[in-house]
């Protein structure tokens, strides 16, 4: 069974920078979409970026665009989320998310879609707080 491990969580100001890692074991992602997703109190959680760990196919939400950058690390089994301009609205729980398909298409489609329910496996969230 798969296992999602996050780290690189903390307290940053605005403007400031963090990388997140999502350290999988329990399987190999080659045939995983991978996804960001984060929960503000009181909000919903919503997507960030997604990527397909086979092909390194990246994508990204309003919420990440221009500021995050997701990617992989095949030999670590590891994704990261490198984000910049961090932004005090930017402050929330992130997770990672895994879900498996043996067809690129529906990997895609979990990444274009980028809904929580349809992502299996969990991390248990690290938590990012942009504050001066």
């Known amino acids: 069974q798969l296992q999602l491990v996050e780290s690189g969580g903390g307290k940053v100001q605005p403007g400031g920078s963090l990388r997140l890692s999502c350290a999988a074991s329990?399987?190999?992602?080659?045939?995983?979409?991978i996804a960001w997703f984060r929960q503000a109190p009181g909000k919903e959680r919503e997507g960030v970026s997604c990527?397909?760990?086979?092909?390194?196919?990246?994508y990204y939400t309003e919420s990440g665009k221009g500021r995050f950058t997701i990617s992989r690390d095949s030999a670590k089994n590891t994704v990261y989320l490198q984000m910049n301009s961090l932004k005090p609205e930017d402050t929330a729980t992130y997770y990672c998310?895994?879900?498996?398909?043996?067809?690129?298409?529906?990997?895609?489609?979990?990444?274009?879609?980028?809904?929580?329910?349809?992502?299996?496996?969990w991390g248990q969230g690290t938590q990012v707080t942009v504050s001066s």
């Open positions: 990527i397909m760990f086979g092909d390194a196919s990246t």
């Open positions: 329990g399987d190999t992602l080659g045939t995983y979409s």
């Open positions: 998310a895994a879900e498996r398909s043996d067809q690129k298409n529906l990997l895609f489609r979990l990444c274009i879609y980028l809904r929580a329910s349809d992502f299996s496996s």
